[in-house]
């Protein structure tokens, strides 16, 4: 694991989607809790990740802090009980089957981005956005309008 993290910080660059940190201001601004679930170890995720971007998450789980990571539930279950949220009350944005697969173990709204990967990949998530503008666009509109998705 720690030869990975080295190798993944030493070839990738963090960037995030066009729109991510206006949408996280805004969400900041209405008063939406957000969570942030990563496959990602915290080392990595520290090293890689601005505290600019993880600064906007009331609770970060990484793949390292439980025992089971993706594709099981755990992860989501975990981030729903550090936001004090019943899982109605919450829904995952993911770009991956694996988080999908755990997002809907968990019992939640998942909602799937098919910027990384197509959305034949996808298929298991709930709705499916072709890039994260198109989705951050109507969940601030919904939120703006007293309305959650």
Known sequence: VQEKDALFLERFSFSLYEGVKEFLSECTSLGVRLGLVTASSAARLNESAPRSFTDHFSVIITGDCLPRG??????YLAGTRGL?????QVFAVENAPLGITAA???GLHCVALAQTLGRPFLREA???YE????FAVEFCDELRRGRSM
């Open 70 to 75: 993706k594709p099981h539930p755990d992860p």
């Open 131 to 134: 890039t994260f503008q198109d």
């Open 126 to 128: 709930d709705c499916t």
């Open 104 to 106: 809907k173990a968990a």
């Open 84 to 88: 004090y949220l019943g899982r109605e």
